[in-house]
């Protein structure tokens, strides 16, 4: 079902409650009585119609609108992504890794193994960690500078400098898979480590990583269907409007 | 055999109802869906692979044809063409089989049937997915930390083999990642802790 802007929001939490993560990265906090979508985003000064692109997005994975999304400004969009980041680096990962240690220390029967899990995944942690310091000091940067110059009457000889050293191409071909060792992650539990005896703490790490592997892939479609071709369009204005390409 | 979903693009409701007519009567097909454009044919092979389509070649735009022929042959796609009487440009996409809209019910269901049967027979021998000896030997080289060159030269085989060798054990473990292979081959006792580093 399609998220629309006069539902409820409580309806919203109630079809997936894996939406919480969203609203916590608008900054709109539980407690919304029976209001609707547009009224709570109204209220804590939220652009609706990027509030339901994002979340119908998160909701559905089929559903992409993209011409929609990409109306918005290039700021929301990073603003946003940033969020995310934040709350992979400072909510999620350090969840996730106290559960491991957790594990690790109830564990009796295989504590070797999970021992195991724990340095795969601070090995993971360095890697999304490289990821997004690259992403905020590179691309995020980038993508400010491409917007305020498109906009610009006429464009700054250092602009097409920099859109020579580096091109929102070369992000799109070092965006690396940033899933993929959580997905291994998932299978070494389900089909490869013998169940431990704190098998409660072990289903809730499932549980955890399932969650994080969806939010980061819901991050890159919005990176790579929204983000990118927004600033390649962009590229290519600068580059007519500086006479460069016809 | 769970069943193949057939595409059909064409945007004459007769030809499209005459057609899913005829070819209910094939038990293999599970599903036929329908599309009026190339661009909507598009836009739905990026969700759903079918394992046949059935198209009116006359109907797909010259910008679509690379990308759905892409499409088409990078999933394996069989396509049959609807051949009309009238005179047409012979299609890009992949495949030649044709259905001439003058043929019989039967001739109709027997040009599909050939097209599936190469389908059915080329899905078999995947069926495997415990590793086999030679694969145990790769993951272990794997999680030692070695290189596919050095793998080869120390199983003497070529390096285009270890690859091969290591998209399958990818595939059939579900696990992509060196250090994810090397926690599988310890749990597996393919290698022991302190033989690494």
Do not use: W
Request: proline share 3%.
């Amino acid at each position: 079902m399609m998220i629309t802007r006069d539902i409820k929001m409580a309806d919203v939490i109630h079809m997936n409650h894996f939406s919480l993560s969203i609203l916590d990265r608008f900054g709109i906090e539980l407690g919304f009585g029976d209001k609707s979508v547009d009224e709570t985003c109204k209220a804590y000064n939220v652009d609706t119609d990027f509030f339901l692109e994002i979340i119908n997005a998160f909701v559905d994975k089929d559903y992409f609108p993209k011409k929609q999304l990409q109306s918005f400004p290039v700021k929301l969009i990073t603003e946003y992504l940033q969020k995310t980041h934040d709350y992979y680096m400072q909510v999620k990962v350090p969840e996730i890794e106290s559960l491991i240690e957790q594990m690790v220390l109830t564990c009796y029967t295989q504590k070797e193994n999970i021992s195991l899990l724990e340095r795969f995944f601070s090995g993971y942690k360095t890697e999304l960690k490289n990821h997004i310091q690259r992403e905020e000091k590179v691309v995020f940067p980038y993508t400010h500078l491409i917007e305020n110059a498109f906009y610009s009457e006429r464009i700054d000889k250092k602009v097409l400098q920099q859109m020579e050293d580096y091109s929102i191409d070369i992000f799109e071909k070092e965006h690396d898979d940033i899933e993929e060792k959580l997905f291994d992650l998932k299978n070494i539990i389900i089909k490869y480590l013998p169940q431990p005896n704190n098998k409660n703490l072990c289903h809730n790490l499932l549980h955890e990583l399932f969650g994080l592997e969806k939010d980061i892939n819901d991050h890159s479609r919005i990176e790579d269907k929204v983000l990118v071709p927004k600033i390649r369009e962009m590229e290519k204005g600068i580059k007519k409007k500086a006479g460069i390409i016809a | 055999m769970p069943g193949i979903q057939l595409l059909i693009l064409e945007e004459s409701i007769i030809i499209q109802h005459g057609l899913s007519a005829v070819i209910e009567k094939i038990p293999a097909i599970r599903d036929i869906r329908f599309v009026n454009s190339s661009r909507e044919l598009l836009s739905f092979l990026k969700h759903i692979t079918p394992g046949l389509i059935i198209l009116n070649p006359c109907l797909i735009e010259k910008n679509h044809l690379k990308s759905i022929d892409e499409i088409v042959k990078k999933e394996k796609i069989k396509t049959i063409s609807i051949h009309y009487d009238k005179i047409q440009a012979t299609p890009s996409i992949h495949g030649n089989n044709t259905i001439d809209l003058s043929y019989s019910e039967e001739q109709i269901r027997e040009v599909i049937r050939a097209e599936l049967g190469t389908l059915q027979q080329e899905k078999k021998p995947k069926e495997k997915e415990t590793l086999s000896t030679r694969e145990e030997d790769i993951v272990r080289e794997i999680a030692m930390g070695l290189s596919n060159k050095e793998i080869a030269d120390k199983l003497f085989i070529s390096q285009h083999t270890v690859i091969t060798h290591r998209k399958n054990i990818t595939r059939k473990l579900g696990i992509k990642s060196v250090s994810g292979i090397t926690i599988y081959a310890i749990l597996n006792k393919l290698i022991r802790m302190n033989e690494m580093e």
